[in-house]
């Protein structure tokens, strides 16, 4: 989104009962002087923070206000889509026409086909037929995040001729670079507002640019682009179609909302949830989206139920081994899940590779073994206190540590292999690897148990 | 860290398999060649893919590259503690002295304090001075985060006199904008050097800045600093003492690096995992530090098998109970974790406050609810085919469906809860909200079957 780069109101969080009781009061006058006053993120903490009805009202005043066009851009996707919804074409295509051409096009996106048709219309020819285009671009491609608002010169143009166009482009996004192309829009390299600054005014910019230009293409994904962006440290990288035709511009600001989007993303996928799965999601499109994966957790579930009913006989004559077995299961399982996160994170930071591979697995099948050793040596007295019985102690101990062993090879093996595959190292990592660790626990816990039957009864 | 804003090469990792090639073989003047032509980012990756012995060798190599400066201060944290351990006083004499004053703080306060001490003195007094103040700010808070190379000009400076000075600093970071300040260095206001280059060599900086801008407090915490710069798209933010004397610049790459860092942390929390737990801590110290967690997790374990235990009477009559237990227990602690999930997530977006916060319970509890009913009639029917008794079938249907809303409410309340009484709300909801399940899971379906006895045997 267009960076705002520098100025913003001191603390604006105290505003929010002051508005709110404005807005109860109906007094909109009052309202639109504080909106004056705010900054574009914190009008949309003020409305977030309104109950419903209040929210609705405050809404109304905030998309008549002149410093709205930036706000509705980044309002929540639900009450965005129930703003849209309830907006005249006319109403719609004049926000659009305020956005930056990126933000105006996720919004259009967010239209069914034939109001997007209809608010495009409206629009001037050239401003509707590059809105067009952008749409074409996935939502998930560094295509549907850039802006074609930059300024791209050639490079026989002088510097003062350059600094003319600055002043004559007021909303050009991120003004402190200047992209050199060639006479069909080629990239060809890059000048810096500061080298400009210190350049004599008759210089070329040829003479002056910096042609190693990290780029991106318009097809990569957002995530890429971010990583791109985070990872050489860089305020905004241009987008290239391809044979290198300089198609748009992502700003830095873009890239730290792929990456929060990114970490929910990889949130959520260990605990097998859809990313559209949030608070303000309705209950009913909540469940749909669970159920599948609830259904593979009741799955094997019944897998490792299945391993229980094995040994049904030995649990009816000695009836502690039910008593106990959770624990066994339980404890691999947050073995598991600890393994897991460490594997899995490492892997996202780009710290594991073919030679640690190994070796990582190795280390977590040691901690398991001596996290086993220890809460199963606890367990084992506590089940001697509590039933008397040495023996019973004895398996519960080595089951444990057995299980907790497993779970570090399990933890850490599943995310690599899935990894290997091409397939996402989080998602359903946790789904298999306790279903091992259920599944071999009872059957080590109980297998144990039915072997020494007649000294744990 | 310094922000490389633009050019870096085009793909760099095939240079890593002729990297390997050349170390092997000792020929460091090829890897030097090849080392001119890498981004630094590129050279850590490098670094990171070959194995130990090879490791050791580039990193001989790579720090006697002059373009090295820059690639030390990024090193994964154990290795850069094993080079400083094994480098002369002199060696980090200088390369701390080619960081900017951040990273050198940062690398200085990795050493032990007598090796510190002996680096300091051999810089020169006023950036030893400098440094000496840097490193009393904690490392996670914005004075820790700070750069003190940053251009600050008094009010009454002639925008011409102001390039000049940009001309002789190349060394100021983010000369992107020059910060105004008065006579006793209180941030007055922000000059972007596009307001300088559009502006008449004989302006002052007092008649063309900005003067509302925003700020944060040099013993303000890394994360809100993040959050600051990330909420208002800022590209640089400036860091003030009490009495808004500026003190120093953090850039948004470090914002970028916060931001990461706050994920781990909080994808960590959630498996109760140290920060520093990471595939390359060695297995002792992994394991130290995930004892407590695993303790704490035995001892809610050992509470939920208590509640067996007050039914094992009714286990050894009817012992499917054995083998269905463990279903209901784990898609409850299944539901409260993508409960947990969506909530948590919520709450560190800024998605949650109080009037939202019983709406969502009441939301979560709902989906609970449906996806109890849907799991457990499928569950029913599993029940009812295996054993041939409806009666156990409904027993674990009931017992799955009350299990399940209990799941959405604990899952969306332990969170809100913490939250309120000011704790982080990830921390521990895990292990609160899967004791409730484990626990009542056990309770609810043993007790129905202990009812039922007769019904289900």
Redesign the interface.
């Given at each position: 989104?267009?960076?705002?780069?520098?100025?913003?109101?001191v603390a604006s969080r105290s505003y929010s009962r002051v508005i709110r009781r404005f807005v109860r009061m109906g007094a909109r006058g009052e309202v639109m002087r504080i909106l004056d006053r705010l900054?574009p993120?914190d009008m949309i903490?003020v409305l977030?923070?309104?109950?419903?009805a209040e929210q609705k009202a405050f809404l109304d005043i905030l998309i008549s206000h002149p410093g709205s066009a930036s706000v509705v851009a980044e309002l929540?996707g639900a009450l965005l889509t129930e703003v849209l919804a309830g907006a005249s074409d006319e109403w719609i295509a004049s926000l659009v026409s305020r956005q930056p051409p990126d933000e105006a096009a996720d919004l259009l996106g967010l239209l069914p086909p034939e109001r997007c048709d209809a608010a495009l219309k409206l629009l001037d020819d050239r401003t509707a037929a590059n809105l067009d285009r952008l749409m074409t671009y996935g939502r998930e491609t560094a295509g549907g995040m850039m802006t074609t608002h930059f300024l791209a010169l050639q490079g026989s143009t002088l510097v003062s001729q350059a600094?003319d166009r600055?002043?004559s482009e007021p909303d050009a996004e991120m003004?402190?670079?200047l992209y050199v192309v060639d006479d069909i829009n080629r990239l060809e390299g890059?000048v810096?507002?500061?080298q400009?600054?210190?350049a004599r005014p008759d210089q070329t910019l040829q003479s002056i640019m910096?042609?190693?230009?990290?780029r991106v293409r318009v097809d990569q994904p957002r995530s890429e682009v971010a990583e791109t962006i985070?990872?050489?440290?860089?305020?905004a990288v241009p987008v290239v179609e391809t044979s290198n035709v300089l198609a748009g511009l992502i700003t830095?600001?873009d890239?730290?909302d792929a990456?929060?989007d990114e970490?929910?993303r990889?949130?959520?996928r260990?605990?097998?949830?859809n990313t559209e799965?949030?608070?303000?999601t309705r209950?009913?499109r909540?469940?749909t989206r669970?159920?599948p994966?609830?259904?593979l957790?009741?799955a094997t579930?019944?897998i490792?139920?299945?391993v229980?009913?094995l040994f049904?006989?030995s649990?009816?004559q000695a009836?502690?081994?039910?008593?106990?077995?959770?624990?066994v299961?339980?404890?691999g399982g947050?073995?598991a899940?600890?393994t897991?996160?460490?594997?899995i994170?490492?892997i996202a930071?780009?710290?594991?590779?073919f030679?640690?591979a190994r070796r990582?697995i190795l280390?977590q099948m040691?901690?398991g073994t001596?996290?086993g050793l220890?809460?199963g040596g606890?367990?084992a007295l506590?089940a001697f206190l509590w039933k008397g019985n040495l023996f019973l102690g004895l398996v519960i101990a080595v089951a444990m540590i057995a299980n907790m062993l497993l779970a570090g090879a399990v933890g850490a093996m599943v995310p690599l292999v899935l990894k290997r595959l091409g397939l996402d190292p989080a998602l359903g990592s946790g789904v298999i690897a306790t279903t091992f660790t259920?599944s071999l626990g009872?059957l080590i816990f109980l297998g144990l148990g039915t072997v020494f039957l007649d000294s744990i009864r």
């Amino acid at each position: 989104m267009t960076p705002r780069h520098q100025s913003a109101p001191v603390a604006s969080r105290s505003y929010s009962r002051v508005i709110r009781r404005f807005v109860r009061m109906g007094a909109r006058g009052e309202v639109m002087r504080i909106l004056d006053r705010l900054h574009p993120a914190d009008m949309i903490e003020v409305l977030q923070s309104l109950p419903p009805a209040e929210q609705k009202a405050f809404l109304d005043i905030l998309i008549s206000h002149p410093g709205s066009a930036s706000v509705v851009a980044e309002l929540p996707g639900a009450l965005l889509t129930e703003v849209l919804a309830g907006a005249s074409d006319e109403w719609i295509a004049s926000l659009v026409s305020r956005q930056p051409p990126d933000e105006a096009a996720d919004l259009l996106g967010l239209l069914p086909p034939e109001r997007c048709d209809a608010a495009l219309k409206l629009l001037d020819d050239r401003t509707a037929a590059n809105l067009d285009r952008l749409m074409t671009y996935g939502r998930e491609t560094a295509g549907g995040m850039m802006t074609t608002h930059f300024l791209a010169l050639q490079g026989s143009t002088l510097v003062s001729q350059a600094i003319d166009r600055i002043r004559s482009e007021p909303d050009a996004e991120m003004v402190f670079y200047l992209y050199v192309v060639d006479d069909i829009n080629r990239l060809e390299g890059v000048v810096s507002l500061r080298q400009l600054v210190l350049a004599r005014p008759d210089q070329t910019l040829q003479s002056i640019m910096n042609s190693r230009v990290m780029r991106v293409r318009v097809d990569q994904p957002r995530s890429e682009v971010a990583e791109t962006i985070s990872r050489y440290n860089l305020l905004a990288v241009p987008v290239v179609e391809t044979s290198n035709v300089l198609a748009g511009l992502i700003t830095v600001d873009d890239a730290i909302d792929a990456m929060t989007d990114e970490t929910t993303r990889e949130i959520y996928r260990m605990a097998g949830l859809n990313t559209e799965d949030r608070l303000t999601t309705r209950p009913l499109r909540s469940f749909t989206r669970r159920l599948p994966w609830m259904i593979l957790n009741l799955a094997t579930a019944i897998i490792a139920s299945s391993v229980v009913w094995l040994f049904e006989e030995s649990i009816a004559q000695a009836v502690a081994l039910a008593t106990f077995m959770p624990i066994v299961a339980g404890m691999g399982g947050n073995g598991a899940t600890q393994t897991l996160t460490v594997v899995i994170r490492g892997i996202a930071l780009g710290e594991v590779n073919f030679s640690s591979a190994r070796r990582a697995i190795l280390r977590q099948m040691a901690i398991g073994t001596l996290l086993g050793l220890i809460t199963g040596g606890v367990m084992a007295l506590v089940a001697f206190l509590w039933k008397g019985n040495l023996f019973l102690g004895l398996v519960i101990a080595v089951a444990m540590i057995a299980n907790m062993l497993l779970a570090g090879a399990v933890g850490a093996m599943v995310p690599l292999v899935l990894k290997r595959l091409g397939l996402d190292p989080a998602l359903g990592s946790g789904v298999i690897a306790t279903t091992f660790t259920d599944s071999l626990g009872f059957l080590i816990f109980l297998g144990l148990g039915t072997v020494f039957l007649d000294s744990i009864r």
